[in-house]
């Protein structure tokens, strides 16, 4: 059974950082590329990052360029979101997920809240 | 960036009710075109790819169609379990974008 699950969530200044990690199962993680998607309170998706299966490939919503980092460490099946510099914009549910077929995201994790505040 | 546009923002419709929702792309997408059910407090679930293409396990009752720009989802006869949210995405260039949503509520 396919599962991600996310964790790394929690209350962070404006301004500080927080690392999101997503730990897969169930499926050869190193052959997928893998997003990430996050969800305002009551508000639509935004589809944030993505990196390829080997990590050499990486995109970012604009948004969000030069304050995220996405990485994956195939060895230990995990996805990760390093984020700096966050701004109240930033607060969201936070969700993994696996890519196939060219940009369809077919599982997803259950989400970490991130809340940034003063 | 590719902006999609989802109409209408809600509907409300009543069990065994066909219901279209449509979703139209700022540019061409070719057929990178993917909808997605998300219901109160959990994450979103595939439906359909490549705009006509059912997911594995989805009911039958959904299905997409469309072309280019302009894209519709329909769900033939509405069952209690498809009140929920749906999101047109494109995957056609980056970043990947939703539409704003649409609230399938019960009348």
């Known amino acids: 059974e396919v599962q991600l699950v996310e964790s790394g969530g929690g209350l962070v200044q404006f301004g500080g950082s927080l690392r999101l990690s997503c730990a897969a199962s169930?499926?050869?993680?190193?052959?997928?590329?893998m997003s990430w998607v996050r969800q305002a309170p009551g508000k639509g998706l935004e589809w944030v990052a993505n990196?390829?299966?080997?990590?050499?490939?990486?995109y970012y919503v604009d948004s969000v360029k030069g304050r995220f980092t996405i990485s994956r460490d195939n060895a230990k099946n995990s996805l990760y979101l390093q984020m700096n510099s966050l701004r109240a914009e930033d607060t969201a549910m936070y969700y993994c997920?696996?890519?196939?077929?060219?940009?369809?995201?077919?599982?997803w994790g259950q989400g970490t809240l991130v809340t940034v505040s003063s | 960036d590719i902006q999609m546009t989802q109409s209408p923002s809600s509907v409300s419709a009543s069990v065994g009710d066909r219901v279209t929702i449509t979703c139209r792309a700022s540019?061409?997408?070719?057929?990178?075109l993917a909808w997605y059910q998300q219901k109160p407090g959990k994450a979103p679930k595939l439906l359909i790819y490549?705009?006509?293409s059912l997911q594995s396990g989805v009911p039958s009752r959904f299905s997409g169609s469309g072309s280019g720009t302009d894209f519709t989802l329909t769900i033939s006869s509405l069952q209690p379990e498809d009140f929920a949210t749906y999101y047109c995405?494109?995957?056609?260039?980056?970043?990947?974008?939703f539409g704003q949503g649409t609230k399938l509520e019960i009348k």
């Open positions: 997920a696996r890519e196939v077929r060219g940009g369809n995201l077919d599982y």
């Open positions: 169930g499926f050869t993680f190193s052959s997928y590329w």
């Open positions: 990196i390829k299966q080997d990590g050499s490939e990486k």
């Open positions: 540019q061409g997408i070719s057929s990178w």
């Open positions: 490549a705009v006509s």
């Open positions: 995405q494109q995957a056609n260039s980056f970043p990947y974008t």
